[in-house]
């Protein structure tokens, strides 16, 4: 079956400081992988996505490719703001799957002034 | 103008009861998913819906029902309700095309007492 490992939280940090969360898939089929984000008390939005092998996905300064020699799909921010605390998850669907979303458990990044 | 929107936000019931919550989305998709966010925050699908025929239809009790009047809705009733209920529901929907997004309501809250 298809599963996304990520890493646990709570990640906290200063502001600007350098974020990475790690996430690892395993998938039948070829995935689309994506990360979405959720804010307090509030949906999942879209982050970024990538559909293919060493796609790059980016938006918000955030940055995460598709590596499928390792399976991975680990998210970056080079300079975290405050703005930037929330629920962060993984998640990757196949096609043949009707397209429904596997969630990895989410990561909470908590960003200090 | 709210993409995918769902009703009510909250909702606190006691246990047995029997309720609803609805979803609508603008968005012209032709795939509707319920995602069930339990207090860790994990995220599951339950089911999904595509142009009104259920597709996807995950280990979810009898007594949740899905129900989809046409493509841009989709509604959630769950009888009897239990404590073990009590969860964040999140509506979604998107494009039966691999890779497509999926985008989410605000979740109603819902709680078991």
């Known amino acids: 079956g298809n599963s996304v490992t990520q890493m646990e939280g709570p990640v906290t940090l200063s502001e600007e400081a350098f974020l990475t969360i790690n996430c690892t898939y395993t998938a039948t089929g070829y995935p689309s992988l994506f990360w979405y984000v959720q804010y307090p008390g509030e949906g999942l939005q879209l982050l970024l996505k990538?559909?293919?092998?060493?796609d790059k996905g980016s938006n918000k300064g955030f940055e995460a490719t598709y590596r499928k020699e390792t399976t991975s799909f680990h998210l970056e921010k080079g300079s975290v703001q405050v703005s930037d605390s929330a629920v962060y998850f993984c998640?990757?669907?196949?096609?043949?799957?009707?397209?429904?979303?596997?969630f990895g458990g989410g990561t909470r990044v908590l960003v200090k002034p | 103008d709210t993409a995918v929107s769902q009703t009510p936000k909250y909702l606190v019931t006691q246990m047995g009861n029997d309720k609803s919550i609805k979803c609508e989305q603008n968005?012209?998709?032709?795939?509707m998913y319920w995602y069930k966010q339990d207090s860790k925050k994990f995220l599951k699908i339950m089911f999904s819906y595509n142009n009104k025929e259920l597709i996807i239809n995950e280990t979810v009790p009898n007594r949740f029902s899905p129900k989809s009047p046409d493509k841009a809705h989709l509604n959630l009733h769950i009888n009897s309700l239990e404590l073990g209920d009590s969860a964040v529901y999140f509506c979604a929907s998107s494009y039966t095309t691999g890779g497509t997004e999926a985008f989410f309501g605000q979740g109603t809250r819902l709680t078991v007492v």
């Open positions: 990538a559909t293919k092998a060493d």
């Open positions: 998640a990757l669907s196949v096609g043949a799957a009707g397209n429904k979303l596997t």
């Open positions: 968005l012209g998709h032709d795939t």
